[in-house]
């Protein structure tokens, strides 16, 4: 008998909440929700989305079951909440009318197939002609940000694919979402301390990340991960002995990139003068130990220079930076500059490629990250106060890498549901090939003040049109893993 009294807790508890039968995975298969099992034995790992009614004492969102357990999507209201029937009899519930489950299985069970993403539309859907079942299967990652929109009588929900199917009546979207080899699911924020300005780099197989640090003695921690989700520390880019000198405060914004065989992380810090400048600092791993330029790799007498960010264009390294305008009273332009080979100096002349023109931008631009797609350059960039609910991420592009860029009329990413004032991002691509945007935002009510600071918050990225999209963001409900 397998962990039998557990297995009784949680049916009697679930079957209490739900109204419904008996509700533990382990009634009809063993296994252990908090264990990982032999990938040698076929089983298989059922992660629930964020409205499923936990049972008491179960710590995980998972469970992992001996044998393939399967679902054909079916989600049957009951109530105000909602059930799906697995293969093995479990019948976990959802609050709402929707349900949401990943499955993920052994190599033993020989399932080892491409992420895919069934839809399976509610008894009110309005169903296309010709189309003979209730529900869809699609490749990859398709999910919902479970906001249903008026649409004359009826309503509808834009899925983050970009198809919005309808619904009779007014509130009526209903929709369950079965992901199945996609790697389990995950919810914001990934890193629930304050990690602002976080900086990303793929490195293989695994992602390091770094972020703001203020005045602490040892400046900008160090993460690594596998997944975009699952964070651990690494220790710091600079140490406090390893500090330059001329760095007196103030480390923020750092980014590590690889340029040529080695790795070199850019940051910004205040020097002697109480101007900001951009340091850097080499290392022959991502994680250091790294020996920073003894003096800035760019500074300016008049004006704090901030927010480096680098990309190759053309085959070249190309720096590019906020100008601290802002806090002089003048416009804020984002500037570039081409590298040397070595990634350790400045070459050529500078080009501005955008400055702060646009009403929601406020008074400034910053945090530049720039990447190719389909040979266009896209510019991803914050504007306004980043102490409240205007903070914003915008987006521009152009043809060639140091421009002329031109800007997407309406940011691409604002403060909705618990999440305020989301910005400085790193665009990074996830393990399935899809791109990623990693960016930090406050929580709600704890805006510039006591709390958590600003969290690190994961959303994916569509591309719609020649213009990428970040649909449902910020998130907050699960969502597959990248």
């Given at each position: 008998m397998i962990h039998s009294l557990r297995v009784a807790i949680l049916a009697g508890?679930?079957?209490?909440?739900?109204?419904?039968?008996?509700?533990?995975?382990?009634?009809a298969a063993s296994g252990d929700g908090g264990t990982d099992a032999d990938p040698g034995v076929c089983t298989t790992r059922i992660t629930y989305?964020?409205?499923w009614i936990r049972p008491a004492n179960h710590p995980d969102a998972f469970d992992v079951v001996d044998g393939k357990v399967t679902w054909d999507g079916t989600c049957t209201v009951d109530g105000a909440n909602s059930f799906a029937e697995l293969s093995n009899g479990f019948k976990p519930y959802f609050g709402g009318t929707g349900c949401a489950i990943a499955l993920d299985y052994a190599s033993a069970c020989g399932e080892l197939t491409a992420c895919t993403t069934r839809v399976t539309y509610g008894a009110g859907w309005l169903k296309p002609a010709a189309h003979p079942d209730s529900f869809d299967d699609v490749e990859g990652r398709v999910f919902?940000?479970?906001?249903?929109?008026?649409a004359g009588a009826d309503s509808a929900g834009e899925l983050s694919n970009g198809w919005v199917p309808h619904f009779a009546g007014d509130d009526s979207c209903a929709m369950a979402f079965r992901w199945t080899g996609c790697g389990g699911l995950y919810a914001n924020p990934v890193v629930p301390v304050d990690c602002a300005d976080p900086g990303v780099v793929r490195d293989g197989d695994r992602y390091v990340m770094s972020c703001t640090?203020?005045?602490?003695g040892d400046a900008f921690p160090l993460y690594t991960s596998s997944d975009l989700v699952t964070w651990t520390r690494a220790g710091h880019i600079l140490p406090a002995a390893a500090r330059p000198a001329w760095a007196r405060s103030d480390f923020w914004a750092p980014e590590i990139h690889r340029i040529g065989t080695g790795w070199i992380a850019y940051f910004s810090a205040r020097q002697s003068n109480g101007k900001l400048a951009i340091g850097a600092a080499s290392a022959a791993s991502p994680l250091g130990p790294y020996t920073a330029l003894a003096t800035p790799l760019v500074a300016d007498a008049d004006v704090g220079l901030i927010d480096a960010n680098v990309f190759i264009g053309n085959g070249a390294p190309f720096l590019v930076w906020k100008e601290d305008g802002n806090a002089i009273g003048v416009d804020t332009p984002i500037r570039a500059r081409a590298l040397t080979a070595d990634g350790l100096?400045?070459?050529?002349s500078t080009t501005t490629l955008i400055t702060n023109d646009r009403a929601w931008e406020g008074n400034l631009v910053e945090a530049p990250f720039?990447?190719?797609?389909?040979?266009?350059?896209?510019?991803?960039y914050s504007g306004n106060a980043y102490y409240d609910g205007r903070y914003a991420v915008g987006v521009a592009r152009a043809s060639s890498p140091l421009g002329p860029y031109t800007k997407l009329a309406d940011p691409i990413l604002t403060t909705a549901g618990p999440w305020v004032g989301p910005g400085h991002c790193s665009v990074v691509t996830g393990s399935g090939g899809d791109p990623y945007m990693v960016y930090h935002a406050w929580r709600t009510g704890m805006v510039n003040g006591p709390?958590?600071?600003?969290?690190?918050?994961?959303?994916?990225?569509?591309w719609r049109d020649g213009w990428p999209h970040v649909p449902g963001g910020p998130s907050s409900k699960t969502r597959p893993l990248p």
């Open positions: 508890l679930v079957l209490a909440a739900c109204g419904g039968a008996a509700s533990s995975p382990l009634d989305g964020s409205d919902w940000d479970g906001r249903c929109r008026d640090s203020g005045n602490a100096a400045l070459t050529g720039i990447v190719e797609h389909v040979g266009t350059f896209y510019l991803f709390g958590d600071g600003r969290v690190v918050l994961v959303d994916q990225i569509v």
